[in-house]
Nanobody
Framework: QVQLVESGGGLVQPGGSLRLSCAISGIIFRIYAIAWYRQAPGKQRELVGTITSGGSTNYADSVKGRFTISRDNAKNTVYLQMNSLKPEDTAVYYC??????????WGQGTQVTVSS
C-alpha cells in the first residue's frame, strides 16, 4: 500500500521561498513518475507539475520559472522548490503517483500560505 507524506509547508511572505518534501513508501519509487498538485480554498485540485522516473519535469504555466521539482531515489523523496511565491500560490499541496494502481492514493497534504 502506497503511503505519501508531505511536509515543509508554512507561512511565507510574497516573494519568499519554501521547499516541500514528499516521502513515499510502498512502491518501487525509482520507476514511477511523481506529481505535485495543489488545492486552494473553494477551488478544484490542480496539477502543479510532474517529474518522470528519468528526472524530466514539466510544470503548469502558472508556476513555470518559479517552481522546481526534483527527486532523490535513494531517499524515496520528491521535492518542490518554490521561489518568488505569490498570494495566489496559497493552497494545500499534495504529491501523487499518477498511475492506475496508485493514482487514487493521497497524503494529508501540507499547507502553504503566502501572505504579508
Amino acid at each position: 500500500q502506497v503511503q505519501l507524506v508531505e511536509s515543509g509547508g508554512g507561512l511565507v511572505q510574497p516573494g519568499g521561498s519554501l521547499r516541500l518534501s514528499c516521502a513515499i513508501s510502498g512502491i518501487i519509487f525509482r520507476i514511477y513518475a511523481i506529481a505535485w498538485y495543489r488545492q486552494a480554498p473553494g477551488k478544484q485540485r490542480e496539477l502543479v507539475g510532474t517529474i518522470t522516473s528519468g528526472g524530466s519535469t514539466n510544470y503548469a504555466d502558472s508556476v513555470k520559472g518559479r517552481f522546481t521539482i526534483s527527486r532523490d531515489n535513494a531517499k524515496n523523496t520528491v521535492y518542490l522548490q518554490m521561489n518568488s511565491l505569490k498570494p495566489e500560490d496559497t493552497a494545500v499541496y499534495y504529491c501523487n503517483v499518477p498511475s492506475k494502481m496508485f493514482g487514487n492514493s493521497w497524503g494529508q497534504g501540507t499547507q502553504v500560505t503566502v501572505s504579508s
